[in-house]
């Protein structure tokens, strides 16, 4: 099938389906393209929960799908290539965190749980949180109670600095934002004297610490669009880099260099393609499905998580 016959028999399933096409900033250009919206964890959320459509395709990787099925039980909510995982979903188990809890019952954590996590995780938690608002939600916990954070360690050592707050981390970390190192980005830096470092905050602290900005992918479009500055180094998966040169043209960006290459790429987000979404479109399948009773318990720090974003 030609790439055009593609593209037009996954808009007809789309219409036949009443189905949205949901993509995250990380998945290949021409899957953003054909999206009806295209986002960070934070607007994907918002977008799941209040779409009226019967069929949710979510291209992206599976706590993400899981997320939009938590969100919308009785939609029929499908992902392209149900192998497309996560390295930090993978890095917190549920079972190792629940025995971590029990045992430590007296200390009555307050668990944050990053949404890139499992269904199981996200039930054991007290409120998600995303790179997108994790500060604004965090600065809402009880200060009674000690945060466990989970599992982005990364992450959540910038959260607590910038709110100069102790918390108690998971040894969990994306292994695409780990492959950047501070020598690298110096080297770009000096390659490009006035480019602008703007990084993601689960790159590691070395790497942060060189940074102009430090912002998720979806706050990444507006500072890049409102700042002064003409070239700026991207930190952060190469997806985004289709987005930003879409929507913020005539301006520069450099892909940061990893150790193997001079672009950082999740081979889990680039599972997904234009066959297998029209695939999954016909066939409605593999839809994601998940036990009511542990779908429950993770919603409810979902909910808390959306409604202290408006607050």
């Known amino acids: 099938m030609a790439p055009f016959d593609l593209k037009e028999e996954i808009l007809r399933l789309k219409k036949e389906r009443n189905a949205i096409i949901l993509a995250h900033s990380y998945q290949t250009g021409d899957i953003q393209d054909m999206a009806d919206y295209v986002g960070d964890s934070l607007g994907l959320a918002y977008k799941a929960q209040h779409t009226d459509c019967d069929v949710i395709a979510f291209c992206g990787v599976h706590f993400m799908a899981e997320t939009a099925k938590i969100l919308n039980p009785d939609k029929t909510v ?30 009555n954590y307050y668990v944050v749980a990053y949404v890139n996590c499992s269904i199981g995780v996200k039930a054991l938690a007290d409120v ?13 916990a009880p200060e009674d109670r000690p945060i466990l954070f989970v599992p982005d360690q990364n992450l959540g050592a910038w959260v607590g600095r910038q709110l100069g707050r102790p918390m108690e981390l998971w040894n969990g970390a994306c292994h695409v934002h780990m492959e950047f190192t501070r020598d690298q980005i110096l080297a770009l830096k000096e390659k490009h004297p006035g480019a602008l470092v703007v990084a993601h905050p689960e790159c590691t602290e070395a790497v ?41 043209p005539g301006k520069e960006f450099i892909p940061a260099p990893t150790e193997q290459c001079s672009c950082s790429t999740c081979p889990y987000m ?28 993770a919603e409810a720090p979902l909910l808390r998580m959306l409604e202290q974003s408006k607050s």
């Open 78 to 107: 499908i992902l392209p290539d149900a192998d497309a995982g996560c390295s930090l979903e993978a890095s917190c188990d549920a079972g190792e965190l629940e025995a971590f809890l029990k045992e430590n019952a007296d200390r």
């Open 128 to 140: 998600i949180v995303t790179s997108g608002n994790a500060v604004k939600i965090v600065s809402q």
């Open 208 to 248: 942060r610490l060189l940074a102009d900005h430090i912002c998720s992918t979806e706050k990444m479009i507006p500072y890049c669009t409102e700042s002064p500055a003409s070239s700026f180094i991207i930190v952060t998966e190469s997806g985004i880099l289709h987005r930003l040169r879409k929507l913020v």
């Open 270 to 297: 680039k599972m997904n393609t234009l066959e297998k979404l029209y695939l999954a479109l016909r066939d409605l399948s593999p839809a994601v499905e998940l036990p009511e009773d542990l779908r429950k318990r």
